[in-house]
């Protein structure tokens, strides 16, 4: 059962510069989390979770008001993305341990981001807000976790682009995380994403309304960002699935483009996430986190070279992996989780790697728990 018990965000209020890996500062951030569970008087038994591109720091439980994200904070997201794992006696077991998740630095659902207000200026960012690195995420992760108390974390969990920052806390602060849990992931973002991500990058860009980012006083770039949800779509979704819903879905017969009709169900149903998710998201946000993962390369966050000089640390500290791969994901491919744990393997870390078998694709993580909640909890069930 999903604990539908009501939660609250919190908003931490970091006053004092804080330094980009790009080399630009913010003059001060803010940081959206939750957490679930109690945090032990060592603080020993929390596990930090890091949400996947367009999600958000709401894992678990009913929150049905989120002032900080505006219009942004739909129905569909008042429900945690990550309830059926965390509570008591879950994979996530809050009679056991802190769960702690943050919105993205750069996001639009209260952590500050391009839609955030400019303490200099007193007007949005837009245009100005800087680029971002996986590092980022990490530091902004790290300050959280300092307020919170807390020095070494029990694990470290993210799917897909939180399976990034995950690896990359892993690798930067080996010795504030014992347990570590990318799920269908990688370390360094393949060509065909890159690609991929570029697509969508030139889809917001050419919207007549993104004028270079600056648009929230006026009309948003609904088109461009309905576009480019619809191309990362059907790599989050295996194409069988697609097919099976489409089907399901009364075609709107009266959609149209400028001159092209939509003909069949396919095309309405991919039209209808686009739509669907412009009412939700921001163009500004979605263009920040996808320029991160295009040039993602787990080395290169880390300041080294070889593999071994990235996972040797980890080794020297004692963590544990725990990797996951899907085996029909179009979006992270199980070659790219191979490589992790060969990385691993090779440095002596000691890491467990489960192929989960399913039809479902990348979003397997959200749909199908009992294929990854087992081995969660065994690999957290050893103090």
Known sequence: MIDQSPVKTEVL????DFTLKCGEVLPEIEIAYETWGTLNADGSNAILLTHALSGSHHACGLNDCLPEAGDLWKEELHEGWWGEFIGPGKALDTDRFFIISANYLGGCYGTTGPSSINPVTGKTYGSSFP????????????????????????????????????????????????????????????????????????????????????YYQSEHPDYGLALARMISHKTFVHLDAIESRARKEVRQDNESLAWYKVQDTFQSYML???????????????????????????????????????????????????????????????????????GLESSDVKTMHITVHSDKGHDSFLLEPALYSPHIAYVLASD
Request: proline share 4%.
């Open 131 to 214: 680029v971002l690195s996986v590092a980022d995420q990490v530091a902004m992760q790290v300050k959280l976790l300092d307020e919170l108390g807390i020095t070494v974390l029990r694990a470290a969990i993210g799917p897909s682009v939180g399976g990034l920052v995950t690896l990359s806390f892993a690798t930067l602060h080996p010795d504030r995380v014992r347990t570590v849990i990318p799920i269908a992931s990688g370390m360094k973002t393949t060509v065909l994403n890159r690609l991929i991500l570029f697509e969508q990058i030139l889809a917001i860009e050419n919207d007549p309304h993104f004028r270079g980012g600056d």
């Open 13 to 16: 209020k970091v006053s004092e």
């Open 272 to 342: 209808h996430q686009g739509k669907k998710f412009v009412k939700r998201f921001d163009a500004n946000t979605y263009l920040r986190i996808i320029d991160m993962w295009s040039k993602y390369d787990a080395r290169r966050e880390a300041g080294v070279e070889t593999n071994e000089d990235l996972f040797a640390p980890c080794a020297e500290n004692g963590q544990d992996f725990l990797v996951f791969s899907i085996d029909s994901d179009f979006c992270f491919y199980p070659e790219e989780q191979s490589e992790i744990v060969a």
